[in-house]
């Protein structure tokens, strides 16, 4: 495989999901960020912020060899225009990481910890599309959470209720 065929292939895959995650931080109001549809599920706010964040995970696994869960800072924001603004910063450090990594680079091992210990160590490669599919499970939360609020819900791989009228021609 050529040298950074794997970014690639991964980078397509982020592009591919990122104005439908966009649309879906977009419409979030920072004062339902304290909304839980149960009481063991996570809040609107926190589940929101997750996913804003997630792309910076890509762009750390391939600049650095771990990522420590006890000393990472958590982002506070005031709006949700500071949401899409740390997500789509977010998105273009990942982008920029895919564009240079190595196919090399990515068969290198990663380390998540809590402080200090080592909870898992895998090849950067397979963690990446771990991530990717982790942050489309959690917008996919995320979009249950927006319908319960009755927040319209975008097109994401087809048609939404809220954006197109179903037809029942299938």
């Not at 910076?56 to 771990?66: A, G």
């Not at 599309?129 to 994401?156: F, K």
């Amino acid at each position: 495989m050529d040298q950074g065929t794997l970014g690639k292939t991964y980078l397509k895959e982020l592009e591919a999901e990122v104005t439908a995650t966009r649309k879906c931080l977009e419409r979030i109001p920072v004062e339902l960020f304290h909304y839980k549809p149960h009481e063991k599920s996570m809040e609107l706010g926190y589940l929101t912020i997750l996913v804003a964040e997630m792309p910076n995970w890509i762009t750390t696994m391939i600049e650095q060899p771990e990522i420590d869960l006890a000393t990472g800072q958590f982002f506070k924001p005031a709006s949700t225009a500071d949401v899409v603004k740390r997500f789509d910063e977010n998105i273009q450090g990942a982008k920029n990481a895919l564009n240079k990594v190595t196919d090399e680079a990515l068969l290198e091992p990663f380390s998540l910890k809590r402080n200090g210990e080592v909870l898992y160590t895998a090849p950067k490669l397979g963690q990446i599309g771990s991530t990717l599919n982790h942050l489309v499970h959690h917008r996919g939360q995320l979009t249950v959470y927006m319908r319960l609020n009755d927040i319209p819900v975008p097109s994401i791989y087809g048609p939404s209720a809220d954006e197109q009228k179903w037809q029942n021609d299938f």
